[in-house]
């Protein structure tokens, strides 16, 4: 089975750093995906992590740990825009090549 | 280039009608996915099409749910006799191939709201 465990909010401050937490237990692993999604519109692809550590993309980055089934998305200099929720998506690899969500994290950047 | 379409943006129907929700994918896209989002949850896995293999359709909720695709084009979404549990909207997406980075191209999504 799947099981995905995100907050389901944060708040942050405009210009700050913010780190969103993800853990998981899969049956199966062969990769994790983070998804923005705006309120009313469709997710969007941010990184897919495939080996262990952080990988640096602009403004975010996304850390994985295979062993302890856990992974974060960080994300810094804080915009009004990046008010999202932040979706956790492990992937298995196998069979139907399925994503399994978790329910995100509602992101609020206040000035 | 154009994304991942789908039809209609909203619709709103009777409790016991039928609905149909159509997808066109982005072209060259072999694998093709229905999810569906309640009002504050995440995205539920509904069925997932892989060129001409059979579909998967272990995430269906019931029998009053089917999909259908023809070869890598347009995927339909039906359901019947909808009940008001069914209202969410339901999210298509498209991947180039399903494999080991499986980047997965969403639609802008259907709402569907069961009176």
């Known amino acids: 089975g799947q099981n995905i465990d995100q907050p389901t909010e944060m708040t942050a401050t405009e210009g700050a750093i913010v780190q969103i937490n993800c853990t998981y237990q899969?049956?199966?692993?062969?990769?994790l995906f983070w998804y923005q999604q705006h309120a009313g519109e469709a997710p969007t692809f941010l990184s897919y992590?495939?080996?262990?550590g952080l990988e640096e993309k602009g403004r975010f980055s996304s850390f994985l740990s295979r062993s302890k089934g856990y992974s974060y998305l960080l994300l810094k200099e804080l915009q009004m825009k990046d008010s999202a929720s932040y979706l956790c998506?492990?992937?298995?690899?196998?069979?139907?090549?399925?994503?399994?969500f978790g329910k995100g994290t509602k992101l609020s950047v206040i000035p | 280039g154009a994304g991942v379409s789908q039809s209609p943006s909203n619709k709103v129907t009777e409790k016991g009608k039928d609905v149909e929700l159509r997808c066109d994918p982005i072209?060259?896209?072999?694998?093709l996915y229905w999810y569906r989002q309640r009002l504050g949850q995440g995205l539920e896995f509904l069925i997932y099409?892989?060129?001409?293999?059979?579909?998967?359709k272990s995430g269906l909720p019931s029998d009053r749910f089917s999909a259908e695709r023809t070869g890598e084009s347009v995927s339909t979404l039906t359901i019947q006799r909808t009940q008001q549990e069914d209202s969410a909207v339901y999210l298509c997406?498209?991947?180039?191939?399903?494999?080991?980075?499986?980047?997965?191209?969403f639609g802008p999504g259907t709402r569907l709201t069961v009176l």
């Open positions: 997406a498209s991947s180039p191939l399903a494999g080991v980075s499986n980047e997965q191209f």
């Open positions: 899969t049956s199966g692993f062969n990769g």
């Open positions: 992590n495939v080996l262990d």
């Open positions: 998506a492990p992937y298995s690899g196998a069979g139907s090549y399925q994503l399994t």
């Open positions: 072209s060259g896209h072999t694998a």
């Open positions: 099409f892989q060129g001409n293999s059979a579909p998967d």
